[in-house]
């Protein structure tokens, strides 16, 4: 079965701390993972993608296929970074079809 | 440019009542998805449309329904509401080459509660 686990609902830091957002998946092909991020007020938005293997307002994600995890990551967190986080996997030969995980609340405090 | 626009953006409906939720992709975009955000159980994958037809589903019952038009806007329809469906649904749209981009541009959402 497809499946996306985010095990912590809420991740509570301070600015500066280094911030790792878990993210497990299970999949039998060869999975392409997201990460979605919905600032308070905005629109559930595209982050990064691992296939790019970028660096997007310093969060990075690789994949683990080993491990099967795809964890997001960042060494200094911002005020600005707290929001909703979700994992998401597409589906092979299922257009854009994303099952996501059920979202982290980062929480960034001064 | 304007985003992925839903309407209405919140309604109120009774249990067996039917409820019409409209989408409108971006400009350009022939796929639109649905998807269902109940509390505490994250975004559920609801319905694919590409080109006009269904393309894939959920695992969700017959009463959920929906249709793409030539425009590319579409509908979702759900019938005899019930209370575990009251949550946030979301349309997302997407180009033909979402292979590439892997990105779905989402709308802000219908949230609907059934009393």
């Known amino acids: 079965a497809q499946r996306v686990t985010q095990p912590e609902k809420l991740l509570s830091v301070f600015k500066g701390a280094p911030v790792e957002l878990k993210c497990n998946y299970s999949y039998s092909g060869s999975p392409e993972l997201f990460w979605y991020v919905q600032y308070s007020r905005q629109r559930l938005q595209l982050l990064l993608r691992h296939i790019s293997r970028e660096s997007i307002k310093g969060f990075t994600a690789d994949l683990n296929k080993g491990e099967t995890s795809f964890h997001l990551k960042k060494p200094f967190a911002q005020e600005e970074d707290s929001a909703m986080y979700y994992c998401a996997l597409r589906v092979y030969n299922q257009g854009g079809k994303l099952i996501f995980g059920q979202g982290t609340e980062l929480s960034v405090k001064p | 440019e304007a985003g992925v626009t839903q309407s209405p953006t919140h309604l109120i409906k009774t249990r067996g009542q039917q409820v019409t939720l409209r989408c409108s992709p971006i400009s350009g975009h022939t796929s639109v998805y649905w998807y269902q955000q109940a509390l505490g159980l994250g975004l559920q994958f609801l319905l694919w449309y590409d080109e006009g037809e269904e393309r894939n589903r959920g695992n969700f019952p017959p009463r959920f329904s929906g249709r793409q038009f030539p425009n590319y806007s579409s509908e979702l329809n759900v019938n005899a509401l019930e209370l575990e469906d009251s949550a946030l649904y979301l349309c997302?749209?997407?180009?033909?080459?979402?292979?590439?981009?892997?990105?779905?541009?989402f709308g802000e959402g219908s949230r609907l509660t059934v009393l």
């Open positions: 997302a749209s997407s180009l033909l080459s979402f292979a590439r981009t892997g990105e779905l541009f």
